[in-house]
């Protein structure tokens, strides 16, 4: 199986405050990966770092074997979920994924609507954003993160908010999304959850990625 992304001893320090501390990891295509581990120990910052959206103080992550370089385009689509869904609230459900979309020319009407159905929210899709709950924006914004069909899902805290049956949907949608070969990073404090979907887990802890024992 070829390696999908990799980390290579990337490390980055805020404020004065290191954040992420020489971190190693490898992802392969067709894998769930969790990444658990509590508040402020670096684990949006990782998925930050991924997305080239902080400029490492040493190493590097590749892409398919291509260098990720800070605020540029990514060497392939990633579908991402990282702190808040940044939606338009006076627009409704649909307008906004049909925006998103269209930057990247990516609209798979068919995909989206299957998406809505499976969260539930197929029926206020014509409702604004800002009439939203937080469990509804948080499952808009996962349906942003898979309706382009990236092989890469990189996904923050993403059943933040969610009720027990739409946790139970989230993680078999989950499943379903492994089976078409996607890369999935999930950061989570919600051990249980991972540790039932998850190929490999890794523990985050101040700035420090490991295998979870
Ligand atoms: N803009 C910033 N300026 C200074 N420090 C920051 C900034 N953003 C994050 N940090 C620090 O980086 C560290 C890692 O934060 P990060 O958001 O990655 O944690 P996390 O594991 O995702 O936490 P949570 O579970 O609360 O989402 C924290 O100590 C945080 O205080």
Redesign the pocket.
């Known amino acids: 199986m070829t390696t999908h992304v990799t980390v290579t001893d990337y490390s980055k320090t ?2 004065g ?1 290191p ?1 992420l501390r020489g971190v190693n990891a490898a992802f392969e295509h067709g894998r769930i990966y969790g990444i658990v ?1 509590p ?7 990782l998925l930050r770092a991924i997305c080239g959206f902080i400029r490492p103080d040493r190493g590097h992550v590749e892409i398919n074997g291509q260098r990720v370089e800070f605020n540029r385009r990514l060497p392939e689509p990633v579908g991402v979920v990282i702190e808040n869904p940044g939606f338009v609230n006076s627009e409704t459900a649909m307008q906004n994924l049909r925006y998103l979309a269209g930057i990247n020319h990516a609209y798979d009407g068919r995909e989206t609507q299957r998406l809505l159905r499976v969260f539930g929210l197929e029926e206020h899709r014509d409702e604004k954003v800002g009439s939203y709950s937080l469990g509804m924006r948080q499952k808009l914004g996962v349906i942003q993160a898979l309706m382009e069909h990236q092989p890469l899902v990189l996904l923050d ?1 993403p059943t933040n908010g969610l009720d027990e049956r739409s946790v139970e949907v989230f993680l078999e949608e989950m499943l379903r999304q492994r089976e078409q070969g996607r890369t999935i990073i999930i ?1 989570s ?1 919600h051990s249980d959850e991972l540790n039932r979907i998850a190929d490999v887990l890794y523990a ?1 802890g101040d700035g420090e990625l490991r295998p979870k024992a």
């Open positions: 805020i404020k405050k954040v581990g508040n402020g120990s670096g684990k949006t910052m805290e950061a404090h985050m």
